[in-house]
């Protein structure tokens, strides 16, 4: 039986009330009864019951990005946008979802934030799943929390290849270990994750958010490199070469990224030809940027 299927017969275990009239959002469950004006998520919305039937009016934003996630959604009728960018009139939308199709799943299985703006696009129906929710569906229905994890490392992959050319250019054989192999994390703005002259401990691609990069002079003087935006990859000359870091990573908003953790690099991926050359290439050329800002050779 498909996932689907399995989340329908879930449904039609957990009976709803009458779909209500056009235009009124509602939710039902056999636990409680949940409210839908505002998003799911967020600070000041009540937790929502392990299994929820939610009915939203078209327009309705779903889940926001940035906002911690503690659900994830199936749709079961209608159709939503999945929107990135910040507010939802200034988001740009990358694709929509329909019917057997569901979302949410990073935030709920990974701890990190919502990495997208959901807005229903027409009337729809969505089965909401909290953690104990998706561990009913695990021992009543069979449906494994390894599928879903499978699903949103898959999502964040797709992510990465997306936004960042060297990734995209690797062999698929080789994007799928990295995808496999990759940790997501979610980091507050204001966190260092490379110290210039302290060794660095991981591969890093941003998925989400901004990090400012710069150099610290012996005299203290600071020399900034561009901004960090999403896709960029970065950590790579700490573990190809064994070297400190050479310049300073910080977040400058709050950020999601992926994280390949320099034994698990050295293990699996540093006989990887490809992967190998491509991140050679990359390293140089920030060492000679960096021999810029330092006024060495050019």
Known sequence: MSLFAR????LSAH??????????ASATSTVST?????PADGEGAPAPPPVCTRYLPAGQVVVREGDPGNSMFVVLEGRVAVLRGGDPGGNTEVGRLGAGEFFGELALLTGTQRTATIVTVEDAVLLELTQAGVRELGKDYGVKGEQMQVTARERLLADALRSNPLIAALPPEVQHELGDAFVPCTV???ETLLTRGQPGDALYVLIRGQCEVFHTHDDGRQSPYPT?????LFGEISLLRSRLATATVRTVTPCTLL????DVFKKAFLGQPDLRGALVRLGLER???????MGGPK
């Open 228 to 232: 960090l935006e999403e896709g960029a």
């Open 287 to 293: 060492l000679k940027h960096t021999m810029e800002v």
């Open 15 to 24: 009976p709803s009330a009458p779909a209500p009239s056009a235009g009124q």
């Open 7 to 10: 989340l329908q017969a879930l």
């Open 259 to 262: 994280k390949l953790e320099r």
């Open 188 to 190: 507050p703005a204001g």
């Open 34 to 38: 949940a409210a839908t004006g505002a």
